[in-house]
T-cell receptor, first 113, second 112 residues
Framework: NAGVTQTPKFRVLKTGQSMTLLCAQDMNHEYMYWYRQDPGMGLRLIHYSVGEGTTAKGEVPDGYNVSRLKKQNFLLGLESAAPSQTSVYFC????????????FGEGSRLTVL | LAKTTQPISMDSYEGQEVNITCSHNNIATNDYITWYQQFPSQGPRFIIQGYKTKVTNEVASLFIPADRKSSTLSLPRVSLSDTAVYYCLVGDSGGGYQKVTFGIGTKLQVIP
């Protein structure tokens, strides 16, 4: 079982470049999330989606855009990367049932020079 | 949002029982308590979830007193492979995790 798959796992960008992180889940989950994790900061929610075609802002949405055109995919875009966006990005999904658990991908390490 | 407080780090010897306590004084009636484990270079992994009293699974036990203002994750007979960061989350995850926040967690170091 693949679970939650993130691509790419590593990427180095120059300031101002754009890129897209792809998250794919094969568990038919309704909810999907993008988090970033920085040293000493825990995980912070960037954007989330409660179903196909929906997106919403989380705690730290500035500088990022997302799309959920298909239920199984959740894309995170950086239109103009900044050094402050150097981080490890985690995608997660959860079912719509009550008291569900989050299933995380293995992370994508992004460095912006 | 319910705020949680847990120790930043803990050390334990192999074979010992480890108890990590999390304080959540303003927990709401609908909130559940959930614990996740994260190894280096991996995403967090669900360990256990509970609402009140005691919950036990093959990995851990979760103790929740009657007032629910704190909870304790108990890991029996830890091994080196239990070295990880443990997160205590409090929130109503019914309908999604968008209002449930991760703190910085407790870094558990198991010593040989």
């Amino acid at each position: 079982n693949a679970g939650v798959t993130q691509t790419p796992k590593f990427r180095v960008l120059k300031t101002g470049q754009s890129m897209t992180l792809l998250c794919a889940q094969d568990m038919n989950h309704e909810y999907m999330y993008w988090y970033r994790q920085d040293p000493g900061m825990g995980l912070r929610l960037i954007h989330y989606s409660v179903g196909e075609g929906t997106t919403a802002k989380g705690e730290v949405p500035d500088g990022y855009n997302v799309s959920r055109l298909k239920k199984q995919n959740f894309l995170l875009g950086l239109e103009s990367a900044a050094p402050s966006q150097t981080s490890v990005y985690f995608c997660a999904s959860s079912p719509s049932a009550n008291t569900g658990e989050l299933f995380f991908g293995e992370g994508s390490r992004l460095t912006v020079l | 949002l319910a705020k949680t407080t847990q120790p930043i780090s803990m050390d334990s010897y192999e074979g010992q029982e480890v108890n990590i306590t999390c304080s959540h004084n303003n927990i709401a009636t609908n909130d559940y308590i959930t614990w996740y484990q994260q190894f280096p270079s991996q995403g967090p992994r669900f360990i256990i979830q509970g609402y009140k009293t005691k919950v036990t699974n093959e990995v851990a036990s979760l103790f929740i007193p009657a007032d629910r203002k704190s909870s304790t994750l108990s890991l029996p007979r830890v091994s080196l492979s239990d070295t990880a960061v443990y997160y205590c989350l409090v929130g109503d995850s019914g309908g999604g995790y968008q209002k449930v926040t991760f703190g910085i967690g407790t870094k558990l170091q198991v010593i040989p």
